[in-house]
């Protein structure tokens, strides 16, 4: 299976042996001007194709961000790839996302503008995003969010992404513990990536809060 579906799952301008980025662990809510956040997350990846599942990548991941007003955050992502196969050498990605709210609170768009690298090998993305958000109470909500990749760099391919997350909290303005199950599709070829995780992030309030 590796050698025929897998293959054109793979990004295919790395050597290295990852599927793209597919966890979000983002809602609808917006930071608020001047608050700040910090998030931490973990995400497992594997390829279903021909009946078959194979795991192909954990991932870990760091974002920062920063309310520019109460409809406008951005948010900077580090992730690190690390591929199951023995051998292969990790990816690393790098994305600037600015966040915009369409009806506060409950749809909001997002634009990362990312960049895989590994060595001397890159590939850029552009990942437009539209998060839906219900929000039972402000200790929990759950989260369906869609986006396309773009890949400028390989012909224009598009992957199209769907994610479900929930967050969970005392009070989901200042933290949240965040689990999220995805899945991501090439229109063209068969096979599906599927991706399960969890992320924890904090708000940190600016000075005039």
Same mark, same amino acid.
């Given at each position: ?95 600037? *996302?600015?966040?915009? *709210? ?39 909500? *759950?989260?369906? *969010?869609?986006?396309? #990749?773009?890949?400028? #760099?390989? #012909? ?16 989901? #303005? ?36």
């Amino acid at each position: 299976m590796k050698n025929l579906t897998l293959g054109i799952l793979f990004l295919s301008a790395l050597s290295a042996c990852v599927v793209p980025i597919n966890s979000s662990f983002e809602s609808a809510r917006m930071l608020g001007k001047g608050n700040a956040e910090a998030m931490g997350h973990y995400s497992h990846y594997l390829v279903n194709a021909e009946g078959e599942s194979e795991a192909v990548n954990n991932n870990f991941g760091l974002r920062l961000g920063y309310g520019i007003s109460d409809r406008f955050d951005l948010k900077m992502r580090y992730i690190r790839l690390l591929p199951k196969e023995e051998g292969a050498s990790g990816v690393n990605y790098l994305d600037l *996302a600015p966040k915009v *709210a369409i009806v506060p609170g409950i749809f909001a768009g997002t634009m990362p503008i990312g960049l895989y690298f590994a060595e001397d090998e890159t590939q850029w993305v552009f990942s437009p995003k539209l998060l839906y958000t219900y929000p039972a109470n402000n200790m929990f909500e *759950a989260t369906l *969010a869609a986006k396309a #990749d773009i890949f400028p #760099d390989d #012909d224009g391919e598009v992957y199209l992404g769907f994610n479900l997350g929930f967050g969970m909290s005392q009070n989901l #303005d200042r933290w949240a513990i965040r689990p999220e199950l995805g899945f991501m599709v090439n229109p063209g070829e068969s096979g599906t990536i599927w991706s399960f995780g969890i992320g924890f992030n904090a708000v940190l309030p600016g000075r005039n809060q």
